[in-house]
């Protein structure tokens, strides 16, 4: 089979400068097109002054940088209120923002929090503190036997107590494509809060933020061809206006007296200090390249990887694949092969010029439920191809032959 990348390795300097690299990591990273450096360097040479603050021409030019990033993001993401877009460093600030302003602020002793067990650290660990500092439930959604979020147990543990039920769209770790609309509902039901773990859904989905039902979804610009340090919180206004702010400093704030602060309007009241213009503007254009290459194609062409991938290494003596069949994942892979450690497999690949990542993936709960300690993924973007599967399956074959422990 051939599959011929969506976007041309040209516009990426360092696939261009490494022409023997099959970079299979982008669920961690991606890489960057020439445009994005482009915009960065661009805005630096152009515009830099620090916006909000200055009456002078430039640093009205670096507020309208930032405004207007921000106004193509949002509409990239499906948000028609671009100001309930919180700039962050990413999907974890942002989950740590509303767990943080947002948690403290209406979850109490006996209250119950709900979350799945296919959740990311970032999507985890807030939720879990949040529960253990104010003495609430604090609930994990399993899997069923097919591997795939278990609603029925969902339905379960959503009570009447319950105040957010957090989940990842995608899982990082399988691939999981969860069911949001399935999920919203659960949660609604009872009045909770959703919020969504949107890191492995914006690079990959047309989200449309306004039709999707959450209250609140997270994204990092570094996995969708932005720069890292870059990402944001997308939420429902009235939640918005209703939360306290996560961090107090300058342009947060309306009026500051002696003994009292008023906040700022949104986005300002959660973007406090000196924000990342360059983030802003390096993630406009990552989102005006893939606006380009359309996102129906960019999931279409993951798909195709995803699922010639997974058949090439089922069909490898000792590999099991995991995860939901492929029609039901997002463009990733992850395996285990007999007898050889992830991070050993991982090095051997590198030897051939492959990258993939190895280890928990920072989902340890899941993979204490799988009985792992580890697994090997692979993950697709929009400048690999199927040769790049090739090298892969070729490579974990030899490392089956010299290494795999004969039974
Ligand atoms: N959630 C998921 C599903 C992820 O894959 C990641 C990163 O791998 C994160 C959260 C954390 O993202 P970041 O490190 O960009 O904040």
């Given amino acids: 089979m051939s599959i011929k990348s969506l976007a041309p390795r040209s516009d990426f300097p360092l696939l261009a400068g490494n022409p023997k690299l099959h970079y299979l990591d982008s669920a961690a990273t991606t890489q ?3 445009s994005v450096l482009d915009a960065i360097s661009g805005y630096y040479e152009r515009d830099n002054a620090n916006p909000h603050r200055g009456a002078y021409t430039l640093s009205a030019a670096a507020t309208e940088a930032y405004q207007t990033a921000r106004d193509s993001i949002a509409r990239f993401l499906g948000a028609s209120d671009p100001d309930t877009l919180i700039f962050t460093r990413g999907t974890t600030e942002s989950l740590n923002l509303i767990a943080t302003a947002w948690g403290h602020a209406n979850v109490k002793k006996g209250d119950r929090i709900v979350v799945t067990r296919l959740e990311h650290h970032a999507n985890f660990v807030p939720w879990q503190q949040l529960a253990l500092a104010v003495g609430a439930d604090f609930k994990i959604c399993e899997l069923s036997s097919e591997g795939e979020l278990d609603l029925t147990h969902l339905s379960e543990l959503v009570t009447k107590n319950t ?13 999981n494509v969860n069911p949001v609309a399935d999920i919203v509902a659960i949660a609604h039901r009872v009045g909770a809060l959703t919020v969504c773990d949107g890191a492995q859904s914006a690079p990959h989905l047309n989200v449309g933020f306004d039709s999707l039902g959450v209250d609140a979804y997270a994204f990092s610009g570094h996995k969708m061809l932005g720069p890292m340090g870059s990402g944001g919180l997308i939420a429902k206004r009235d939640l918005l206006e209703a939360m306290p702010p996560y961090q107090m400093g300058g342009d947060m704030i309306s009026m500051v007296g002696d003994g009292a602060t008023t906040w700022n309007i949104l986005p300002h009241k959660f973007e406090a200090g ?3 213009v360059e983030g802003a503007v390096g993630l406009a254009a990552a989102v005006a390249y893939l606006e380009k290459l359309g996102m129906d194609n960019v999931h279409a062409h993951e798909l195709a990887l995803g699922r010639y991938a997974s058949e090439c290494l089922a069909a490898v003596e000792d590999v099991t694949v995991l995860g939901p069949p492929p029609e039901r994942r997002g463009g990733l892979v992850t395996f285990t092969l007999r007898d050889v450690h992830p991070h ?11 990258a993939v990542r190895a280890g928990h993936h ?9 009985g792992v300690n580890a697994t090997t993924r692979a993950s697709f973007y929009v400048y690999n ?11 974990v074959a030899s490392v089956r032959d010299r290494f795999a422990v004969a039974p």
């Fill in 344 to 354: 050993d497999l991982s090095q051997l690949l590198d030897a051939e010029n492959i």
């Fill in 274 to 276: 000196t924000p990342n």
């Fill in 163 to 175: 105040k957010v039920v957090a989940f990842g769209h995608v899982s990082n770790a399988l691939g």
């Fill in 32 to 34: 960057k097109p020439q």
């Fill in 385 to 395: 191809e199927s040769s790049d599967v090739d090298a892969l399956v070729r490579a």
């Fill in 362 to 370: 920072c989902a340890q709960p899941l993979m204490r439920a799988l």
